[in-house]
């Protein structure tokens, strides 16, 4: 037997909405979006929020934002994505779903963040949290140390990409699938929560919930201060990270009352 590990979503599951938009906004701020190109990501943001992700908008979003590192330096872009997740991006970090990485960490697993953004952001994000590692989408860099404006194989980590990218990490390091937990919003990560023994719906889109409730996976919302257990048999390191923040998860002793 191998490792236990747990893998995280980012966006919409770590963070409201897009890390790629906040990146983005970071990037305008500091001279290297024009007026109408962040108007292009808000109009993508708002749609992102209100149906979450899809091919469409993910392909649409990788091409925006490879275009503009075109030509750019990777170190002078790593810097500055550093310097954007610390702004932006963490102080929207979902406390709950910190609280369930710290319990993950103290209890000896493995953590990941696994997300379809540029890897340069999730590994900060990561770093950040005291997590293990990350795993993201690569851009393609020359010879000479610039982005290229294409993506690096195997492509966006998305979809069944991401799930190729965990099996082969955990192949690399001796991770126990069976015996790991995955964490993510999306119905675009199916190939990813049954990869692994315990998967869990957080904050879900309306497919994944419906998924979620027919195969008994927890599912979990932790977008406010006091989260709900939506239906399902609560994961063990779930509900001991919350209750150990302090945190009811109400929603599942009042389904239980019920019955």
Same mark, same amino acid.
């Given at each position: 037997m191998g490792q236990r590990a747990a893998f995280f979503d980012l966006d919409r599951t770590l963070i409201?909405?897009? #890390?790629?938009? !906040?990146l983005a906004r970071g990037m305008y701020a500091r001279d290297y979006y024009r007026v109408r190109d962040i108007m292009r990501f808000g109009i993508r943001q708002v749609a992102f929020r209100l149906t979450g992700e899809s091919e469409k908008a993910i392909e649409q979003a990788r091409e925006g934002t490879l275009e503009f590192v075109a030509g750019r330096d990777v170190d002078e872009l790593r810097e500055m994505g550093r310097e954007i997740a610390e702004e932006r991006v963490l102080p929207r970090v979902y406390e709950g779903v910190a609280k369930i990485i710290e319990h993950h960490r103290g209890s000896g697993d493995l953590t990941y963040l696994c997300? %379809?953004? /540029? &890897?340069? !952001?999730?590994e900060v994000v990561a770093d950040s949290l005291d997590m293990t590692g990350a795993l993201g989408t690569q851009g393609?860099?020359?010879?000479? $140390?610039? *982005?290229? $404006? =294409? &993506?690096? /194989? /195997? $492509? &966006?980590?998305?979809? @069944?990409?991401? %799930?190729?990218?965990?099996?082969? !990490?955990?192949?690399?390091?001796?991770?126990? !699938?069976?015996?790991? *937990?995955?964490y993510s919003d999306s119905i675009n990560d199916l190939p990813l929560l049954e990869l692994v023994g315990h /998967? +869990?719906?957080?904050?879900? @889109? #309306?497919?994944?919930? =419906? +998924?979620a409730r027919e195969r008994g996976w927890p599912a979990y919302d932790l977008r406010t201060r006091h989260p709900l257990l939506l239906f399902g048999i609560p994961s063990a390191f779930v509900a001991a990270a919350l209750f150990g923040a302090g945190v009811a998860v109400g929603g599942w002793? $009042?389904? =239980?009352?019920?019955?």
């Amino acid at each position: 037997m191998g490792q236990r590990a747990a893998f995280f979503d980012l966006d919409r599951t770590l963070i409201p909405g897009s #890390s790629l938009f !906040l990146l983005a906004r970071g990037m305008y701020a500091r001279d290297y979006y024009r007026v109408r190109d962040i108007m292009r990501f808000g109009i993508r943001q708002v749609a992102f929020r209100l149906t979450g992700e899809s091919e469409k908008a993910i392909e649409q979003a990788r091409e925006g934002t490879l275009e503009f590192v075109a030509g750019r330096d990777v170190d002078e872009l790593r810097e500055m994505g550093r310097e954007i997740a610390e702004e932006r991006v963490l102080p929207r970090v979902y406390e709950g779903v910190a609280k369930i990485i710290e319990h993950h960490r103290g209890s000896g697993d493995l953590t990941y963040l696994c997300t %379809a953004s /540029p &890897v340069e !952001l999730a590994e900060v994000v990561a770093d950040s949290l005291d997590m293990t590692g990350a795993l993201g989408t690569q851009g393609e860099i020359s010879w000479s $140390g610039r *982005y290229t $404006g =294409r &993506v690096s /194989p /195997p $492509g &966006v980590l998305h979809g @069944d990409a991401k %799930a190729e990218a965990v099996a082969e !990490l955990a192949q690399r390091v001796e991770i126990d !699938l069976a015996e790991s *937990y995955a964490y993510s919003d999306s119905i675009n990560d199916l190939p990813l929560l049954e990869l692994v023994g315990h /998967p +869990i719906a957080v904050n879900p @889109d #309306s497919e994944l919930k =419906r +998924i979620a409730r027919e195969r008994g996976w927890p599912a979990y919302d932790l977008r406010t201060r006091h989260p709900l257990l939506l239906f399902g048999i609560p994961s063990a390191f779930v509900a001991a990270a919350l209750f150990g923040a302090g945190v009811a998860v109400g929603g599942w002793f $009042g389904r =239980r009352s019920e019955r």
